[in-house]
């Protein structure tokens, strides 16, 4: 009896682990929704969404609450880590990124991921996490793979590996758990709410 109750929770932990059957990009079908897809996107320039955010790179890292305000010139995005009480806010306006909530002063320049990772150490790649957070790829030469509902399940761009692992249901479906990683750096979001700014 033990036996056989082993054997049906490794059969049961070995399916949890399988992965999700894939499509790949070369279907033009799926290619095409999904073009539509972006496109819908891009004219949302305004969007807000809330969860959690880990970063790690080179065994250093960090996780918090996220906010991220996205305006079409530009967002506002704020990580509260509530076991250090620190807080971070990083604003961008009209090709400038400020930087707050740092020990040393806040910091600017324009470059986001240049000015994070050599304040903090993250490789986070704020530009194309917009895009890629709302299940879209970023500018620029992209592999993708499909998932059963014809979602993303996997985009590849820019160096990055971009994972999507669940999807809130609805009209519009959006991302709800985004995996993305790139040469010992890991970006790991998941998504609480979805909405207008």
Known sequence: ?????????????????????????????????????????????????????????????????????????????????????????????????????LEGGTREGPDAEALLAEATGWDIPVASLADWARGARAPGPARIEFGPEGLPALIVQQGWTVEYRDWLPGESPRPRRVFASREGATVRLVVESWGQP
């Open 1 to 101: 009896m033990m036996r056989r109750l082993s054997l049906g929770l490794l059969a049961l932990l070995l399916a949890a682990c399988a992965p999700v059957p894939v499509r790949t990009g070369g279907d033009a079908g799926l290619l095409a929704a999904q073009s539509a897809r972006e496109s819908q996107l891009r004219e949302e320039s305004a969007w807000h969404l809330t969860g959690r955010l880990a970063v790690s790179a080179g065994g250093e890292g960090g996780s918090g609450r996220l906010d991220w305000r996205q305006q079409a010139d530009g967002y506002d995005i704020q990580l509260a880590a509530p076991v250090t009480r620190k807080s971070w806010r990083l604003v961008s306006r009209a090709g400038q990124v400020r930087l707050e909530g």
